[in-house]
């Protein structure tokens, strides 16, 4: 049998397809809601005037409650002109999808919580009750956390923001309290030509430790840091770009130190819960009267057995004649500045939340978003605080996955 040769056909003719890309559903008109703070020390605003025009301009919906950026010389006129709405009723406010808050739930906000909805909040860990969070997982909220949203260097933008406003910050305090009219030492802090510098301890190397050296001595101040974590230590010298006298944290070494110190400031973080107190009370005792302890770590305890939380109105209190400056939240204090920061971090997060989708399909492109979230459409997605609380936890990877 003849095998006969393959033809080809001239009635086939080729076209050439169009190529069809992959369009992401845009979300068209978030409604983004601001409430007014009613939290302890809390001046901030979540998102400026500035921040409500572009994302106005970007065809969604700002919603804010009246007087909300009063603290932070924001004025409803100034939100009005940017295109927002301005509401009279706080549960007015709280019925947008979307709700973004410079400070954290609080007992008072859960009745307002909506089904579903998204809050964009800090934590604050150290006074977190199981009643909230209980509370909004019964909603079925997903909630992201300032204090741990992290951005595509994975580093915490927020928290790194608030810490150099925190660092920056103590040493114009500290230069107000060592004036004679706050019955400090009378002496200027960073001193002149011919008088020795002013000595200042700093127990941290934090970006708040960071911070607080660089403007000490930019003031001229003698400048001396403590912290056990050796590569800290390197990394602020390397930032700062000088030699510093570091030390670890030995307390007979940290006492010697504090006796003649005009400035002691507690900058020590923890990751899971209380500061540890490094700083005894027998070792304040032998401070120098007039000197001045400035304790940014109150609102995690504190670093000093002799720290009590004070308030912007009464931020000091003597004990052993040394002034004793611990007002949690010190960033509220320049709460202008604060806010721009906040606001240059949340507006281009929920600008591209809209821009893939939604923040279900933002989390499933942008990974280091994740670690922000410890609620997930209910379910509790951060470890440390199921152990605190004993509650459930659920892998927020697999909670993800199973949506796909």
């Known amino acids: 049998m003849s095998q006969q040769k393959p033809s080809i056909s001239t009635s086939f003719s080729y076209e050439t397809l169009e190529e069809t890309l992959d369009i992401k559903p845009r979300i068209e008109g978030m ?9 302890f020390q809390e001046n901030r605003v979540a998102l400026t005037p500035d921040a409500v025009s572009v994302l106005i301009s970007n065809g969604h919906e700002v919603m804010i409650e ?3 950026g009063e603290a932070s010389h924001f004025s409803d006129k100034d939100y009005s002109e940017a295109g927002a709405k301005i509401v009279y009723s706080r549960a007015d406010v709280f019925k947008a999808p979307i709700l973004v808050k410079s400070a954290p739930v609080i007992e008072e906000d859960l009745p307002l919580l909506q089904l579903n909805q998204i809050i964009i909040s800090p934590i604050h860990q150290s006074v977190l009750k199981s009643s909230i969070l209980e509370g909004m997982m019964a909603k079925k909220v997903t909630a992201i956390s300032f204090e741990n949203l992290k951005d595509d260097s994975d580093s915490y933008p927020i928290v790194r923001g608030m810490s150099e406003i925190a660092g920056s910050a103590v040493m114009l305090i500290a230069a107000q309290y060592l004036g004679s009219a706050n019955h400090g030492k009378g002496v200027l802090l960073g001193g002149i030509s011919g008088i020795a510098p002013t000595k200042v301890i700093i127990i941290g190397a934090g970006i708040v430790g960071e911070y607080a050296a660089r403007a000490a001595l930019a003031l001229g101040a003698s400048v001396k840091v403590f912290d056990n974590n050796v590569y800290r230590l390197k990394r602020l010298q390397n930032n700062i770009g000088q030699r510093l006298w570091t030390s670890v944290i030995e307390p007979r070494m940290l006492a010697k130190q504090l006796k003649t110190c005009e400035v002691a400031v507690g900058a020590l973080g923890s990751q899971t819960g209380r500061t540890p107190m490094v700083v005894t009370e027998e070792m304040v005792g032998n401070m120098r009267p007039g000197s001045v302890i400035i304790d940014v770590s109150i609102d995690r305890g504190g670093c000093f057995e002799t720290s009590e939380i004070t308030s912007h109105e009464h931020p000091i209190f003597m004990k052993y004649g040394v002034i004793h400056y611990c007002v949690p939240n010190i960033p509220s204090g320049f709460a202008r500045t604060a806010s721009q920061a906040i606001s240059n971090v949340i507006m281009p997060l929920l600008l591209e939340a809209a821009e893939e989708g939604g923040f279900e399909k933002l ?14 459409k209910g379910a509790l ?3 440390y605080l199921s152990q605190r609380f004993n509650l459930k936890y659920t892998d927020l990877n697999l909670l993800i996955a199973s949506q796909r």
Request: glycine share 6%; net charge positive.
């Open 31 to 39: 409604m983004i809601g601001i409430p007014k703070e009613i939290a």
């Open 381 to 383: 997605t951060n470890f």
């Open 66 to 68: 009246h007087n909300a």
């Open 363 to 376: 989390v499933w492109h942008k990974l280091h978003l994740r670690s922000g979230i410890y609620i997930f």
